[in-house]
């Protein structure tokens, strides 16, 4: 599938550098925001504030700026790729044999075609707007977390190796779901298509209830791998959230004695707690890769099968 992705080379280029400029906009907030509350507001110097303050705001324009470009031009490039697979897959079924029809099954061409084509456009697009940032915003957050204060950056050596073990359990228990549900929307299709195409008959032999069961059994298949697929998926959120959440009661903790033990100031630790929630925000971003990634890998496997064929 990687042929797809080469044509937008220069797209691919140009959102990574728009994902890096935004990531160190971000990345130098947190630190002028500790300087206005170390060097500004204990002292009372009104005007380091005012200073501060207007560079804060025009780094987050350009934040904004750069945010808003990766996401149209990643968007635009994602649904490009979607398109040229699409067409591929097109070109490549038209001069199947007959055998070969059979050998897919026209219900799981459709579906290759359409949901598993949608599936790899969402992985990529998701990639572009959002997971390629995830690799500079974790290595910027923990430089600046080092610099902030070396004693707190203890508890990010315990918590990301934690959250990245946890994700990694449940994405291992999905992939075999994910896989199951595409043969189940294969089997769905293949039900719908098969009462389409003879409904006159069915009709004709008063088969209609038997056909409602046909399609309830096909149904109830699909949607029990959805449920299976959605519980595993509704436990990454709140898992990543408890893991979160715990790091910055640690983080409060013990910065607060190091603040009274006069180790650290009250904006440094501010701004350490803001360059931890950066970086877990990263593993967090890699966990929405973790939950798209299996299917839309599933979904491509099946595409390739098709290109492939001889």
């Not at 974790?138 to 004693?151: F, H, Q």
């Not at 719908?192 to 038997?210: D, T």
């Not at 006069?262 to 929405?288: C, E, H, K, P, R």
Request: one cysteine or more; a positive charge.
């Amino acid at each position: 599938m990687g042929r797809f992705l080469r044509p937008y080379r220069g797209a691919i280029l140009a959102v990574c550098v728009l994902e890096f400029a935004q990531t160190i906009a971000m990345l130098l907030l947190p630190n002028l925001n500790a300087r206005i509350i170390d060097e500004g507001i204990v002292p009372g110097d009104t005007g380091l504030i005012l200073r501060l303050g207007v560079l804060m705001l025009a780094i987050a324009a350009v934040q904004v700026v750069a945010a808003v470009g990766a996401v149209y031009i990643g968007a635009r490039t994602a649904m490009g790729v979607g398109r040229d697979v699409r067409q591929a897959l097109v070109t490549r079924v038209q001069r199947f044999s007959t055998q070969e029809i059979s050998g897919f099954g026209a219900p799981s061409l459709i579906t290759r075609t359409t949901n598993d084509v949608q599936q790899v456009q969402m992985l990529v697009l998701f990639t572009l707007i959002m997971i390629l940032m995830a690799p500079f915003m974790l290595l910027g957050g923990v430089i600046m977390a080092l610099r902030t204060d070396t004693g707190l950056s203890v508890l990010v050596v315990a918590v990301v190796p934690a959250l990245a073990i946890a994700m990694g359990l449940v994405v291992r228990r999905a992939i075999p779901h994910f896989r199951a549900m595409q043969e189940r929307l294969d089997g769905l299709n293949r039900v719908m298509r098969e009462q389409l195409s003879g409904l006159r008959v069915i009709r004709a032999f008063v088969k209609e209830p038997r056909e409602a069961a046909r399609f309830a059994e096909a149904n109830l298949a699909l949607q029990d791998v959805a449920i299976k697929v959605g519980k595993l998926m509704a436990l990454a959120f709140p898992l990543v959230m408890f893991i979160i959440n715990g790091a910055s009661v640690l983080v409060i903790w013990f910065g607060g004695h190091r603040v009274e033990d006069g180790q650290t100031q009250v904006g440094a630790l501010v701004a350490f707690l803001a360059y931890l929630m950066f970086i877990l925000m990263s593993v967090m971003l890699a966990t929405m890769l973790v939950m798209f990634a299996p299917r839309a890998l599933v979904a491509g496997g099946r595409l390739q099968e098709v290109l492939d064929s001889v």
